[in-house]
Each structure stands twice: as structure tokens, then as C-alpha cells.
């Protein structure tokens, strides 16, 4: 049953500033508040109370236009998990310990509520561990029990689905907490949907990983830019850092020179699906094939081949055995110095530096902005690593970012490590 | 049994024992089931001025009037002024049965401070100690508004007094539970906030009550009270 209460003890702790919303009492689990530009129209709340002051903080707090600007490349839903995070955390209604009795026992039947039903979930569908659905609600519980003063280990075994994501939880919250909150969904959206929104002029989304795959039309980059301050009398742009270690390092890509032909790199005819000529031989078929032109083009098509070269890697062996494979593919390989890192472009188009530059260091660093160029590259795209990232603040996320792009079919990843072809 | 879920009546004389009411809160209304020993409970507790409301009711019968005493025409305090000169509580029952002619005079009785000026020409001041316990069957939003937010605490009676159970025993108690709501109004009503219980709450918190009891005290249940925690939050 709906009804509409006007007597609503809730509203009435609204500043005016705010507006005068309607409150609607639901009998199901209807939680939900309608905020237009600056003013809350609407609170739909259901009759229990821990929803009731979840609505009520995103009455008094949620500022919508200050939402939008800071989460308008990510998923709504990361942005909503972020925003319900920094309520719990900041807005709690009452100080550490003096929530009352009545309201902490309702934050307990949530919370255990809450739980019961994402471990069930990851109980029937083990593929849900690790995943958005999984991980969303449990950062979110994280963030409740700090406002509410409860004590929550995230590292607590089998709560989330490992160890970095458990860091990652930790890391979101604390930036979170210090009003970082645009890195922080920023960072989420990386880390499980791949890439982030890009912005069109219109104001609508575009590329998306999984679905319907757009190429963005605006010339803006899908992937640089965020964990980026901008000054706004300089208009300069400056590394976000986070517990000193930077959020989106800066790498320098190096075209070494590519002096050397590799001997199988040919370029001959094949057929394909379109071209300048007809391949008469396929018209002879009863049933026409699809690639019935033919155009010169390289015998083997290429990919983008990219090697974690921090110092876990080992020697330079395989990269020669990959090469002539895949004699046109891109090949680069990447490490890390500080708080900035290097991408060398060893071979392309057929072909190669004559010999290796050694990285200034064996960090990994940059294995965000690495990944960020590997998906600008040309499909099929392998990346050797060990998945051992870390040296940057989003490193944690970017471990969960490969394994989402690797799960989409985006990137193949080899683990050298264990010898692999 | 916790504050938040003790009885109308202990609650009562809590209030009452601790101070609370008449220094803290002086404006009270118990509602509820008849036969509950509502209006029993306040006058044996307070030992209160008592009047009970008609439709009827002159407002001599309130305030008091001039009576030939002696030979002579003399001022008789009614119970409100002999409440208010002596500094005692003044009890109304039935306070839903006010009639229209008492009004604006009960509007003054309940006042903070209380005071009225009698056709005498004299000015009576409510005396420390004075306040007005009112009691009434059904729910508190029959009542006027400038009464209803006048009162800073409401009491359900949706239970038998601790006397009554004692009276009836514990088998015969037990079956009046049952049959206490028979043929009765439900008695479903959440109190809205209002400035007066922001002010109730205030004083309420300077006797030293706690904000969760407090919620209790002035009448906030279900929703309503968790609402009105949230409301009132530091933060």
C-alpha cells in the first residue's frame, strides 16, 4: 500500500534550503529520494529504519548537480555505491557511539540481511565472486559500519573474493573519506566495467566493454585524463597522488627505431571480404564463400603484443619466438621508476629496434596507462604478465581491470611466469 | 523491559517520582482505552485539582465564580485557579468533550506559563509546581490544534494499570487484556513533530533523559519514532 504522509517527521528535518519533499510511506522495500537540480521533490521509504535514514542523508547531503559533474564518466551505479559510501561514512545522522539502541539494532538486521543474501548468491553462482555485484554491497557494508561504529575487517577470509580486492576496498573508502570521491568511482569503473564513460558534447555515454561497442566520436580519450587534477587558473593538469603513491602515473611511450626487417614480415595477396579485385577462382564454388576479393596485405594479420618488463619478468627470450609468429605485430614492452614509468615500441608493421633499451627501472607502476595503450592498439592484444601490479594507487584496481577486459575478450593475458607459449 | 517499551503507567510515575513532571514537563495527556485506570492512576499519584469536561460545562465550573457566601458575594476559586494559586497539578478528563466555552480559557491554562486573569481583575500566575494532566479515550487528533500543541508528552494507555491488575488479580488481568480493546476506536495515531516537541524535547534532555527515552516519553511510536531520532541527530 502507498499512502502519502503529511505529518512526515522525517521532512521535517529537512532544511528548507533543500525544499519541502512529499514523503510516501510504502509497505514494501520501495527506498528511493527524487532530487531535481538542488531540491528534494520526492522520499519514498519503506517501513523499516535504517532505509528511512539512508534516504534521509541523501535528503540532507546528496548534492545532484556536484554528483553529476563528478561521476559523468562512470556507470550510475558506481557513482550511486560512491555517494551511498560518503553518506555512511560522513553524514551519519549521530557521533561515533551515540547512535541509539533502537536504530543500531535495525543497522544489524540490515546488514545481516544484506549479507545472508550476497553469500547465497555467491553460494549458487561461484562466478559472482569477485565480480560488481558481489563487491559493490560489501564496500558499501564497510562504509556503514564505520558510520554506525561498528568494527568490519575487510581482509576477514572469504568476505570479499581476495586479497587485492579487499585492499581496493580499503584504498575507495580512504579516498572516499578524504573527498576524493571522483577518483574513487573513477577507480571503480576502471577496475570492473574497463574503461570509462566518455563524455560526447550531447551529454550521452558511448563506449561501453561488454554490449554494444561504440568508438568514441569526440576525439577524447577513453582512458587518460581521470585520477588527473586540472588547475582551474592554469588550466594545468597534475597527478592525483594518493598515501604518496600517484593515481594514473604518467608513462613515456618511446618508438625505438624500428631499423630492422623481420624476415618473415611478408606482404603478399589474400582474400578477404572486400577489395579491389574478385578472386575467380571462389566464383567456381557452389556455394560463394564470404571472402571472395583479394587485396595485398600482410600474410598474417597483426595484434599488439605487450610485456610486463618489471624486474619480476625474467630474460627477453620469448619476445624473438613471438615475433615470428606474429611478424606484424605491435610489440612493446613497459616497467616503471618512481612515480612515473616507460612503454618502448619495440617492433610494428614488420618491424624491429635493432636491440632492447633497458627501462630506467623494474617498477610497474604504469601498468594502468600501459593497459590504457594496449587498448588503443590493434586487435588481437596479448598481454605477458604476472598480474603483480603495484606501485601506483590504482594498482589494485587495475589488477581487477585486466581480469574484466580479459573476460570481455579484450585482451588475451599470458603469464609468464609459468612459461607460456 | 527497556525504556522504549515500558508501560504507559510506569512511565507515569517515573515521570512523576523523578521530577519530571511538573518541573520539566508540565503539560501531559495520557489517552487510551477506557477502564485502563487512567484518570485513577493521575489523581491518586498527583493528588490533583479534578475537573471533567461536557459539553455543557459553564466555565465557572473551571475557573471558579461568585458565589453568595455569608450574605455576601464572594470569589470561589474554581479547580484551574486553585491548581494555579497553590502550585498543584490541575487534572482534566474527558479533555475531547471540551466545550466551546472554555476554550480559549483552557488555551491559557495550558500556556507556558500558565496564567489567567479571573473576572475579579486579578491576575493568577501559575505557582512553581503547577501543570495539567489531561486524560481522554480516543486518539490526540480530535483535539484542536493550538491544544494538541500545547501538550508535550502523550501517553498511550493501551494496557491495564499496575492497580487494576492488582484489583482484578493475574487470571481475571489476564482476560481484561483481552477484552480491553473490544468495541473501542482503534487507537492508531503517530505524532507529527512540532515545535512543542522540539521545546519538550529540550527540556526533557536539561532533566537529564535520554534522547531515545525522551522519544518514548513524548509519545513518538513505530516509525515515528525512529524518524524523530533521526531528526533530532547532532549531525
Known amino acids: 500500500?502507498?499512502?502519502?504522509?503529511?505529518?512526515?517527521?522525517?521532512?521535517?528535518?529537512?532544511?528548507?534550503?533543500?525544499?519541502?519533499?512529499?514523503?510516501?510511506?510504502?509497505?514494501?522495500?520501495?527506498?528511493?529520494?527524487?532530487?531535481?537540480?538542488?531540491?528534494?521533490?520526492?522520499?519514498?521509504?519503506?517501513?523499516?529504519?535504517?532505509?528511512?535514514?539512508?534516504?534521509?542523508?541523501?535528503?540532507?547531503?546528496?548534492?545532484?548537480?556536484?554528483?553529476?559533474?563528478?561521476?559523468?564518466?562512470?556507470?550510475?551505479?558506481?557513482?550511486?555505491?560512491?555517494?551511498d559510501c560518503r553518506l555512511h561514512m560522513l553524514h551519519w545522522p549521530w557521533k561515533i557511539r551515540h547512535t541509539p539502541k533502537l536504530i543500531i539494532a535495525d543497522v544489524r538486521r540490515h546488514l545481516d540481511e544484506e549479507r545472508g543474501r550476497i553469500d547465497n548468491a555467491r553460494k549458487l553462482n561461484p562466478k559472482l565472486a569477485g565480480s560488481w555485484?558481489?563487491?559493490?554491497?560489501?564496500?558499501?557494508?564497510?562504509?556503514?559500519?564505520?558510520?554506525?561504529?561498528?568494527?568490519?575487517?575487510?581482509?576477514?577470509?572469504?568476505?570479499?573474493?581476495?586479497?587485492?580486492?579487499?585492499?581496493?576496498?580499503?584504498?575507495?573508502?580512504?579516498?572516499?573519506?578524504?573527498?576524493?570521491?571522483?577518483?574513487?568511482?573513477?577507480?571503480?569503473?576502471?577496475?570492473?566495467?574497463?574503461?570509462?564513460?566518455?563524455?560526447?558534447?550531447?551529454?550521452?555515454?558511448?563506449?561501453?566493454?561488454?554490449?554494444?561497442?561504440?568508438?568514441?566520436?569526440?576525439?577524447?580519450?577513453?582512458?587518460?585524463?581521470?585520477?588527473?587534477?586540472?588547475?582551474?587558473?592554469?588550466?594545468?593538469?597534475?597527478?592525483?597522488?594518493?598515501?604518496?603513491?600517484?593515481?594514473?602515473?604518467?608513462?613515456?611511450?618511446?618508438?625505438?627505431?624500428?631499423?630492422?626487417?623481420?624476415?618473415?614480415?611478408?606482404?603478399?595477396?589474400?582474400?578477404?571480404?572486400?577489395?579491389?579485385?574478385?578472386?575467380?577462382?571462389?566464383?567456381?564454388?557452389?556455394?560463394?564463400?564470404?571472402?571472395?576479393?583479394?587485396?595485398?596485405?600482410?600474410?598474417?594479420?597483426?595484434?599488439?603484443?605487450?610485456?610486463?618488463?618489471?624486474?619480476?619478468?625474467?630474460?627477453?627470450?620469448?619476445?624473438?619466438?613471438?615475433?615470428?609468429?606474429?611478424?606484424?605485430?605491435?610489440?612493446?614492452?613497459?616497467?616503471?621508476?618512481?612515480?612515473?614509468?616507460?612503454?618502448?615500441?619495440?617492433?610494428?608493421?614488420?618491424?624491429?629496434?635493432?636491440?632492447?633499451?633497458?627501462?630506467?627501472?623494474?617498477?610497474?607502476?604504469?601498468?594502468?596507462?600501459?593497459?590504457?595503450?594496449?587498448?588503443?592498439?590493434?586487435?588481437?592484444?596479448?598481454?605477458?604478465?604476472?598480474?603483480?601490479?603495484?606501485?601506483?594507487?590504482?594498482?589494485?584496481?587495475?589488477?581487477?581491470?585486466?581480469?574484466?577486459?580479459?573476460?570481455?575478450?579484450?585482451?588475451?593475458?599470458?603469464?609468464?611466469?609459468?612459461?607460456?607459449? | 523491559m527497556t525504556a522504549m517499551n515500558e508501560a504507559w503507567d510506569r512511565t507515569f510515575k517515573r515521570m512523576w517520582e523523578t521530577g519530571i513532571v511538573p518541573h520539566y514537563i508540565n503539560r501531559l495527556n495520557i489517552h487510551g482505552y477506557s477502564r485502563t485506570g487512567k484518570s485513577t492512576l493521575v489523581h491518586e499519584l498527583t493528588k490533583s485539582e479534578r475537573v471533567t469536561f461536557h459539553e455543557a460545562m459553564p466555565l465557572e465550573d473551571l475557573i471558579g465564580g461568585m458565589t453568595l457566601v455569608d450574605g455576601s458575594t464572594r470569589w470561589v476559586d474554581g479547580p484551574a485557579a486553585r491548581a494555579l494559586r497553590r502550585g498543584t497539578i490541575l487534572q482534566i478528563d474527558e479533555l475531547n468533550d471540551m466545550p466551546p466555552e472554555v476554550r480559549t480559557m483552557v488555551y491559557a491554562l495550558m500556556d507556558s506559563p500558565a496564567g489567567i486573569t479571573l473576572p475579579t481583575g486579578e491576575r493568577l500566575e501559575a505557582a512553581p509546581g503547577y501543570g495539567v494532566i489531561t486524560t481522554m479515550n480516543p486518539a490526540p487528533d480530535c483535539l484542536p490544534h493550538p491544544i494538541f500543541d500545547r501538550i508535550d508528552c502523550f501517553l498511550k494507555a493501551d494496557t491495564l494499570s499496575e492497580g487494576i491488575r492488582k484489583a482484578l488479580g493475574p487470571v481475571l488481568a489476564s482476560k481484561a487484556e483481552n477484552v480491553l480493546a473490544y468495541n473501542q476506536a482503534p487507537l492508531v495515531w503517530e505524532r507529527p513533530a512540532t515545535v512543542n516537541s522540539l521545546l519538550a524535547l529540550k527540556a526533557l534532555r536539561s532533566a537529564g533523559v535520554n534522547d531515545e527515552e525522551a522519544t518514548h516519553m513524548l509519545g513518538f511510536r513505530g516509525m515515528g519514532r525512529s524518524d524523530f531520532l533521526t531528526m533530532i541527530a547532532e549531525r
Not at chain 1, 328 to 336: L, R
Not at chain 1, 358 to 380: C, F, H, Q, S
Request: net charge neutral.
Open chain 1, 1 to 83: 500500500m502507498i499512502r502519502t504522509n503529511r505529518n512526515s517527521v522525517l521532512v521535517a528535518g529537512v532544511p528548507r534550503s533543500r525544499g519541502t519533499p512529499v514523503h510516501i510511506e510504502h509497505d514494501d522495500d520501495t527506498a528511493q529520494t527524487m532530487i531535481v537540480g538542488s531540491k528534494v521533490t520526492e522520499v519514498h521509504t519503506p517501513q523499516r529504519p535504517f532505509e528511512r535514514i539512508h534516504e534521509f542523508m541523501h535528503m540532507k547531503h546528496t548534492n545532484s548537480p556536484k554528483m553529476e559533474r563528478a561521476f559523468r564518466r562512470v556507470e550510475w551505479i558506481v557513482g550511486q555505491i560512491v555517494e
Open chain 1, 133 to 421: 555485484q558481489d563487491f559493490a554491497p560489501r564496500v558499501r557494508q564497510l562504509a556503514i559500519c564505520e558510520g554506525a561504529g561498528f568494527i568490519a575487517d575487510p581482509f576477514e577470509p572469504y568476505y570479499f573474493a581476495d586479497g587485492s580486492q579487499a585492499h581496493l576496498s580499503h584504498k575507495i573508502l580512504k579516498l572516499i573519506r578524504e573527498g576524493h570521491e571522483k577518483v574513487a568511482a573513477e577507480m571503480l569503473q576502471m577496475a570492473f566495467f574497463g574503461a570509462l564513460i566518455p563524455v560526447r558534447p550531447s551529454g550521452k555515454g558511448g563506449m561501453r566493454i561488454r554490449g554494444d561497442i561504440l568508438s568514441a566520436s569526440d576525439g577524447e580519450s577513453l582512458y587518460d585524463g581521470w585520477g588527473i587534477d586540472i588547475d582551474a587558473r592554469s588550466g594545468k593538469r597534475e597527478t592525483v597522488y594518493f598515501d604518496d603513491e600517484p593515481v594514473n602515473p604518467p608513462m613515456d611511450i618511446i618508438e625505438l627505431p624500428h631499423e630492422i626487417r623481420i624476415n618473415d614480415a611478408k606482404v603478399g595477396r589474400r582474400r578477404t571480404t572486400m577489395g579491389p579485385r574478385l578472386h575467380r577462382p571462389s566464383l567456381r564454388k557452389v556455394i560463394l564463400p564470404q571472402r571472395i576479393f583479394t587485396k595485398r596485405a600482410r600474410i598474417e594479420p597483426g595484434g599488439t603484443i605487450l610485456i610486463d618488463a618489471s624486474g619480476s619478468m625474467g630474460g627477453w627470450e620469448n619476445v624473438s619466438k613471438w615475433l615470428e609468429e606474429a611478424p606484424f605485430s605491435t610489440v612493446a614492452y613497459y616497467a616503471g621508476h618512481g612515480a612515473r614509468g616507460q612503454l618502448f615500441v619495440y617492433a610494428r608493421k614488420g618491424r624491429r629496434a635493432a636491440q632492447f633499451a633497458e627501462p630506467d627501472g623494474g617498477d610497474n607502476t604504469v601498468d594502468g596507462p600501459a593497459i590504457n595503450w594496449l587498448m588503443k592498439e590493434r586487435a588481437p592484444r596479448i598481454m605477458v604478465t604476472d598480474r603483480g601490479f603495484c606501485g601506483a594507487a590504482d594498482s589494485e584496481a587495475q589488477v581487477l581491470r585486466l581480469a574484466t577486459l580479459e573476460a570481455a575478450g579484450e585482451i588475451e593475458v599470458r603469464d609468464y611466469s609459468h612459461q607460456s607459449d
